[in-house]
């Protein structure tokens, strides 16, 4: 049943200092650790764990820093049931080792007690600028600021974070959090540009012209695609990424309730059931709708979504229609949307819906690319990188990563992707350095 008062609180509470420990224990040292396999960005899992195990919180955190940039993040949000949670050798037992709450917990101590950071070098090996201040763009600012780079960070939003900050609902990532791991990336040294807009305010041009070495393109898939379908455009069909914006701005106290797309008493439908339409599903109930419904052609083994995510949604009262294809939007002589036809395993079905929120995957937008010479992209717009020097595009100096560059993918995912462009951007610049000389 769903609960009368959902809130957007965190819904997982973390660890003690004695609940970590004891969980850390736990950890069976393993000669050939699954677990590293498993995480996209190799964490040192054990040797952290180990650490926590002694109570070296401190430690801890180093050997975690060593590979992420947002740790206290990815504890919360990543996919741990399919990477290396999933690969805890004591998963044959169904007690695999926590280890997402475990980061989370060594980050939490690290930022409440304010432990001493580590020495950096002097910012004098080039200079970067970084467009965009998702997952992707801080990886590449962190890693970067560390092996002595200036480096700069270009956001259009009002605060950075982009899908963090705009796109994961609050019970699920507090933005408090974010802001406390953006403060980390600045001690590093990194600065912060808002509401600066690449190809409106500023080319990547006019970046190069300032003396910059090497520009870095972390813009993420801006523009969701619709589902063309015999009235797409009726009034009444939002995308799911802009109601969990408005959302979130609304919780920040920067819009009032009224901007917010969905209203108390409605009934919503999400197609898409990945795990956006589920964050936009569990999202329009704390916001007053009286039912939702997930909408998804295919069945639950088939959906994208986390299982743990969709377990929640099912507690909290989302109606899963498996097996229904969407086939045409329901509206009045106003083309206000009233409902969808459905084609589903006992035939064709009208479903009666107040508001539908599409949930159907996203695509890069072009004004960075569009107002940038020599920058290539393939038949989806997605740009194009080659493997040397890592991540740069058809123009030289000029690299990308995450979403804009693969169809998009996790938080984690997004960071490997932009550990190794990282690198590619530094053995650039210093070829290039070292030429010049």
Same mark, same amino acid.
């Given at each position: 049943?769903?609960?009368?008062?959902?809130?957007?609180?965190?819904?997982?509470?973390?660890?003690?200092?004695?609940?970590?420990?004891?969980?850390?224990?736990?950890?069976?040292?393993?000669?050939?650790?699954?677990?590293?396999?498993?995480?996209?960005?190799?964490?040192?899992?054990?040797?952290?764990?180990?650490?926590?195990?002694?109570?070296?919180?401190?430690?801890?955190?180093?050997?975690?820093?060593?590979?992420?940039?947002?740790?206290?993040?990815c504890?919360?949000?990543?996919?741990?049931?399919?990477?290396?949670?999933?690969h805890?050798?004591?998963?044959?037992?169904?007690?695999?080792?926590?280890?997402?709450?475990?980061?989370?917990?060594?980050?939490?101590?690290?930022?409440?007690?304010?432990?001493?950071? =580590?020495?950096?070098?002097?910012? @004098?090996? #080039?200079k !970067?600028?970084?467009?965009?201040?998702?997952? *992707?763009?801080?990886?590449? +600012?962190g890693?970067?600021?560390?092996?002595?780079?200036?480096?700069?960070?270009?956001?259009?939003?009002?605060?950075?974070?982009?899908?963090?900050?705009?796109?994961?609902?609050?019970?699920?990532?507090?933005?408090?959090?974010?802001?406390?791991?953006?403060?980390?990336?600045?001690?590093?040294?990194?600065?912060?540009?808002?509401?600066?807009?690449?190809?409106?305010?500023?080319?990547?041009?006019?970046?190069?012209?300032?003396?910059?070495?090497?520009?870095?393109?972390?813009?993420?898939?801006?523009?969701?695609?619709?589902?063309?379908?015999?009235?797409?455009?009726?009034?009444?069909?939002?995308?799911?990424?802009?109601?969990?914006?408005?959302?979130?701005?609304?919780?920040?106290g920067?819009?009032?309730?009224?901007?917010?797309?969905?209203?108390?008493? =409605?009934?919503?439908?999400?197609? @898409?059931? #990945?795990? !956006?339409?589920?964050?936009?599903?569990?999202? *329009?109930?704390?916001?007053? +709708?009286?039912?939702?419904?997930?909408?998804?052609?295919?069945?639950?083994k088939?959906?994208?979504?986390?299982?743990?995510?969709?377990?929640?949604?099912?507690?909290?009262?989302?109606?899963?229609?498996?097996?229904?294809?969407?086939?045409?939007?329901?509206?009045?002589?106003?083309?206000?949307?009233?409902?969808?036809?459905?084609?589903t395993?006992?035939?064709?079905?009208?479903?009666?819906?107040?508001?539908?929120?599409?949930?159907?995957?996203?695509?890069?937008?072009?004004?960075?690319?569009?107002?940038?010479?020599?920058?290539?992209?393939?038949?989806?717009?997605y740009?194009?990188?080659?493997?040397?020097?890592?991540?740069?595009?058809t123009?030289?100096?000029?690299?990308?990563?995450?979403?804009?560059?693969?169809?998009?993918?996790?938080?984690?995912?997004?960071?490997?992707?932009?550990?190794?462009?990282?690198?590619?951007?530094?053995?650039?610049?210093?070829?290039?350095?070292?030429?010049e000389?």
């Amino acid at each position: 049943m769903k609960s009368k008062n959902l809130k957007f609180d965190e819904i997982n509470e973390g660890f003690t200092i004695k609940e970590a420990i004891e969980e850390a224990k736990r950890c069976l040292n393993c000669k050939n650790p699954a677990c590293i396999k498993g995480c996209p960005i190799e964490n040192n899992i054990p040797l952290f764990i180990n650490q926590l195990s002694m109570g070296n919180m401190g430690a801890a955190i180093h050997i975690i820093n060593e590979k992420s940039n947002l740790p206290a993040i990815c504890g919360r949000v990543c996919p741990h049931e399919k990477q290396c949670v999933g690969h805890c050798v004591l998963n044959a037992k169904g007690m695999p080792i926590n280890i997402g709450k475990l980061e989370r917990f060594a980050a939490d101590f690290d930022e409440d007690m304010g432990l001493i950071k =580590e020495r950096l070098p002097q910012k @004098g090996r #080039g200079k !970067v600028a970084v467009i965009g201040s998702g997952p *992707a763009g801080l990886t590449v +600012a962190g890693d970067l600021a560390r092996e002595g780079f200036n480096v700069v960070i270009y956001e259009s939003q009002p605060e950075p974070g982009g899908v963090l900050m705009y796109g994961i609902p609050e019970y699920r990532l507090p933005k408090e959090v974010v802001k406390k791991e953006i403060k980390k990336i600045e001690a590093l040294g990194v600065t912060f540009f808002t509401h600066t807009v690449i190809g409106k305010n500023i080319t990547v041009d006019d970046i190069f012209e300032q003396g910059y070495d090497a520009v870095f393109i972390g813009s993420g898939t801006a523009l969701p695609k619709a589902l063309e379908i015999p009235g797409y455009m009726a009034k009444g069909i939002i995308q799911s990424s802009y109601f969990l914006r408005m959302v979130n701005l609304f919780n920040a106290g920067n819009i009032g309730r009224e901007e917010v797309p969905v209203k108390t008493g =409605e009934t919503i439908g999400v197609i @898409g059931c #990945g795990n !956006v339409g589920i964050d936009a599903a569990r999202t *329009a109930l704390r916001m007053g +709708a009286s039912k939702v419904k997930i909408i998804y052609h295919r069945t639950e083994k088939e959906m994208s979504a986390l299982k743990s995510e969709y377990e929640e949604a099912v507690k909290e009262g989302v109606e899963f229609l498996w097996n229904t294809n969407p086939k045409e939007f329901v509206t009045d002589d106003k083309n206000i949307l009233r409902g969808i036809k459905a084609k589903t395993a006992k035939g064709e079905k009208k479903f009666t819906l107040d508001r539908i929120l599409l949930a159907v995957g996203s695509r890069p937008a072009n004004r960075i690319v569009s107002t940038t010479s020599g920058i290539e992209v393939d038949n989806a717009g997605y740009v194009i990188t080659k493997e040397k020097p890592y991540g740069m595009t058809t123009r030289k100096g000029v690299f990308a990563g995450g979403d804009v560059v693969h169809t998009p993918q996790t938080v984690v995912l997004a960071m490997k992707e932009a550990k190794q462009v990282a690198k590619g951007i530094a053995q650039y610049i210093d070829a290039k350095k070292l030429l010049e000389e």
